[in-house]
Nanobody, 121 residues
Framework: QVQVVESGGGLVQPGGSLRLSCAASSIRFSINAMGWHRQAPGKQRELVADITSGGSTNYVDFVKGRFTISRDNARNTIYLQMNSLKPEDTAVYYC???????????????WGQGTQVTVSS
């Protein structure tokens, strides 16, 4: 019932920039907060940034000042502008859409399949 599709990953040199996109769609659910997580080889998946439907943002410390999350509610799309990329940013980046059925308080997370970001010279 909820589709989440990421795009924009690829190979970039250290110090370079990359922009990720994520489009979410649903007929029965309201899409609330959306965000980005990443998972590096051998590590747990971790939050990168998220954004509410009202535009409030949250970033983890290691990306503050370098990454910017934005949202286009009309298109149910979020973006992650990544600047000053470092090799340690290399990971699979996953888009998360938090949804709820109208009239219900419970929320559910739906995930995209991920897009690979590799930062290397």
């Amino acid at each position: 019932q909820v589709q989440v599709v990421e795009s924009g990953g690829g190979l970039v040199q250290p110090g370079g920039s990359l922009r990720l996109s994520c489009a979410a769609s649903s007929i029965r659910f309201s899409i609330n907060a959306m965000g980005w997580h990443r998972q590096a080889p051998g590590k747990q998946r971790e939050l990168v940034a998220d954004i509410t439907s009202g535009g409030s943002t949250n970033y983890v410390d290691f990306v503050k000042g370098r990454f910017t999350i934005s949202r286009d509610n009309a298109r149910n799309t979020i973006y992650l502008q990544m600047n000053s990329l470092k090799p340690e940013d290399t990971a699979v980046y996953y888009c998360r859409a938090r949804v709820a059925r109208p009239g219900f308080s419970s929320e559910y997370d739906y995930w995209g399949q991920g897009t690979q970001v590799t930062v290397s010279s």
